[in-house]
Every structure is written in C-alpha cells, then in structure tokens.
C-alpha cells in the first residue's frame, strides 16, 4: 500500500512563489512515476507535471517555464518548485504516484493542497 502526504499550499499574490511537497510511503517502485495533478470546481483534474524515477519529466503546456518538478528517490518525495504564479493556478493539487505492471495499472492519490493566488 502507497500513502502520499502533500504540504506546501497555501496563499500567495501573482507572481510569487510557492514549492509543493509530497512524502510517498509504503513499497515505492524505480518504475513508479510521480506527479502533480489540480482541480478547480467544476472542471476535470488536469495533469501539471510527472517524473520518473529517471528524471525524465513533461509538464503542461500552461506551466512550462514556470513550474519545476524534481523527485528525491532516496526520500521518496516529489516536488513541485512554483514560479511566477498566476491566479489561473488557483487550484487544489494533488500528489499522484502511477504504477503499472503487466495486464494493470493503478493511481495513488495524495489528499490535495490548495493553492490560492490572489491578483
């Protein structure tokens, strides 16, 4: 069993920054790819960014260049470094670890943070 905890939101005027946190315990896989996911009422959850184990990364069209995820495997935490955030990335976000194996695949998801960005 995976358990993420996120820490980090909180609010913050246009243009600040801000650095998201997420602790995954539990039986942690090299495969295991982790990211970041938000939801505004109303809307869909959107991918913000993911990373392998390997460092390789892909992030949303609307936070490239201003948002950086990094992933420590010795801590088992992924961050989301925030950059001159926009009140668009008012949001609540959420932590994701996907593993897949052979015939599955599954999602772990952390309890969300919000994020506030006042104009």
């Known amino acids: 069993q995976v358990q993420l905890v996120e820490s980090g939101g909180g609010l913050v005027q246009a243009g600040e920054s801000l650095r998201l946190s997420c602790a995954a315990s539990?039986?942690?896989?090299?495969?295991?790819?982790m990211g970041w996911y938000r939801q505004t009422p109303g809307k869909q959850r959107e991918l913000v960014a993911v990373?392998?184990?390997?460092?390789?990364?892909n992030y949303a069209d609307s936070v490239k260049g201003r948002f950086t995820i990094f992933r420590d495997n010795a801590k088992n935490t992924v961050y989301l470094q925030m950059y001159w955030l926009e009140p668009e990335d008012t949001a609540v976000y959420y932590c994701?670890?996907?593993?897949?194996?052979?015939?599955?695949?599954?999602?772990?998801w952390g309890q969300g943070t919000q994020v506030t960005v006042s104009s």
């Open positions: 539990g039986s942690i896989f090299a495969s295991d790819v």
């Open positions: 994701n670890l996907a593993r897949s194996w052979f015939g599955g695949s599954h999602n772990y």
């Open positions: 990373i392998t184990s390997g460092g390789n990364t």
